[in-house]
């Protein structure tokens, strides 16, 4: 569904636009995001999950805003009929600011303010997926006090240990999110919901066990343990909850050594693990299977963005043994992109704005910033003649880029620049001087 493609003049071109255009129109370092592509990706996962969960209790995709979010993303999500998860009172401010229909959002977060639960709550959003106990009753003082219902789900600590980044792995034991299992706090979490029907309404429980993950084993458990507790819940507490979210974390390919799934085959493997869950656990009758939710942010925004820079020094250095290694330099790094040095995460970069019969040279793509670590992709191969003044493109920069994004060393952070059928437009301006400045009001 990517819209970019080559020139026969070698200039990168994205839903009908040249780099060329955008470097004259928008400057660099840029973010361009393919409207096409994300509304692809986004409808994929509709329409697969609908497909695949069909004969079970049906599925529900929220995209996770927390990846990247704009007002005109969100109207992208609403209108490709999708649902959205978000995580604080800004990013829930976006949604408002579009009107997004308050049912179809998720509150997530481990540490609401009321003025968060307050700020839902007076929306009307469809869940908050509860975190703690002191989060129960700060929902249900919040729900009393603007006379309401609170919708509301429990995050589980399944305990897998996901196959990433201990940063980004979420669903192990020992970290800040949901209700361990062990010693029946999740359990008694859910008692405790169960205990205010005038304030709090059930929907069923949640989990989310890591990000950029390509084995669907850790899913598998983590929804083998969801069921269980699931059916505890009916049989102890007479509670038929209508929903489980198993959250989103599907990994995309940052460079060729990943091969994710296609999302037809990704739903159809979810779909097995929910139905195996329930055939294995309990009474094993699918009649009564909860809709089941996921929260897939990365799978859908990251691969729909690049990063388009302008080189801006080229320098060899020689490393050890007389061994040359060039570092390219280009204007931006670790401010907009700051996943290389949080993650070790790798990307790829290619030439964007021309042609070259040049032999191919592995150099080191380095940002701005005033430290060495501002490491942009460790090592590619790019054209021996890359020279200052070419353009080039860090694709896969959709998720937790922007969103991730700093003014460090007070540098203005790039726009967002979406792209379609041969046009160009600002989604997010880029930052000046002035916008840093007019926050020093010391
Ligand atoms: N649902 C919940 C509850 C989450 O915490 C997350 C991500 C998602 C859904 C979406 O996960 P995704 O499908 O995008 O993997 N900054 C890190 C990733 C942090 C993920 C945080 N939670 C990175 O750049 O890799």
Redesign the pocket.
């Known amino acids: 569904s990517r819209t970019v493609r080559r020139r026969d003049d070698g200039v990168l071109e994205v839903g009908g636009v040249s780099v060329l255009d955008l470097a004259r129109e928008h400057g660099t370092a840029a973010y361009i995001l393919d409207e096409a592509d994300f509304r692809a990706r986004a409808g994929a996962f509709r329409d697969e999950y609908a497909a695949a969960f069909a004969h079970l209790g049906g599925a529900d995709v929220?995209y996770?805003g927390?990846?990247f979010l704009c007002s005109a993303v969100a109207r992208w999500v609403m209108e490709e009929g999708l649902n959205l998860?978000v995580?604080t009172g800004g990013e829930l401010a976006v949604a408002q600011r579009v009107g997004f229909s308050g049912e179809r959002i998720a509150l997530?977060g481990n540490n609401k303010t009321l003025a968060e639960i307050r700020q839902a709550l007076s929306y009307g959003v469809g869940r908050i997926?509860v975190d703690s106990f002191a989060e129960i009753e700060r929902i249900v003082a919040v729900a009393t006090e603007l006379g309401v219902v609170a919708p509301v789900m429990l995050?589980v600590t399944v305990g897998v240990e996901a196959h990433t980044?201990e940063?980004?792995a979420?669903g192990h034991e020992d970290q800040k999110?949901g209700f361990s299992l062990a010693g029946d706090v999740a359990f008694n979490g859910v008692r405790e919901i169960l205990a205010h029907p005038g304030q709090l309404r059930f929907l069923g429980l949640?989990s989310?066990i890591?990000?950029?993950?390509f084995d669907t084993a850790g899913f598998e458990t983590a929804a083998r343990r969801l069921v269980r507790l699931h059916h505890r819940i009916a049989d102890e507490l007479g509670c038929a909850a209508p929903e489980i979210d198993l959250?989103?974390?599907?990994?995309i390919a940052y460079t060729s050594q990943h091969t994710p799934l296609s999302t037809a085959v990704l739903a159809e493997e979810m779909s097995h693990i929910v139905e195996q869950a329930f055939k294995t656990v309990g009474d094993g009758s699918l009649d009564d299977v909860p809709r089941v939710s996921i929260?897939?942010?990365?799978?859908i925004v990251?691969p729909a963005m690049f990063t388009l820079y302008e080189v801006g020094t080229v320098k060899p250095v020689t490393v050890a043994d007389g061994h040359v290694r060039t570092y390219v330099s280009v204007d931006g790094g670790m401010s907009d992109n700051a996943?290389p040095a949080?993650?070790d995460?790798d990307f790829s970069v290619t030439l964007a704005n021309r042609a070259s019969s040049a032999a191919p040279l592995v150099v080191r793509v380095v940002g701005r910033h005033c430290e060495a670590g501002d490491i942009v992709v460790q090592d590619e191969w790019l054209p021996a003649d890359v020279t200052p003044g070419d353009l080039l493109a860090v694709p896969g920069t959709g998720?937790?880029?922007r969103?991730?994004s700093s003014q460090y060393n007070h540098t203005p952070r790039p726009p967002v620049i979406a792209v379609r059928n041969g046009e160009s437009r600002v989604l997010i301006r880029r930052e000046t001087i002035d916008d840093l400045l007019g926050l020093d009001v010391g």
Request: aromatic share 16%; glycine share 18%; net charge positive.
């Open positions: 929220y996770a927390k990846a998860d995580c997530h997926v995050r980044h940063f980004i979420t999110f949640h989310h890591g990000s950029q993950i959250g989103g974390g599907y990994g929260e897939p942010g990365r799978a990251g996943r949080l993650y995460a998720a937790y880029c969103s991730l």
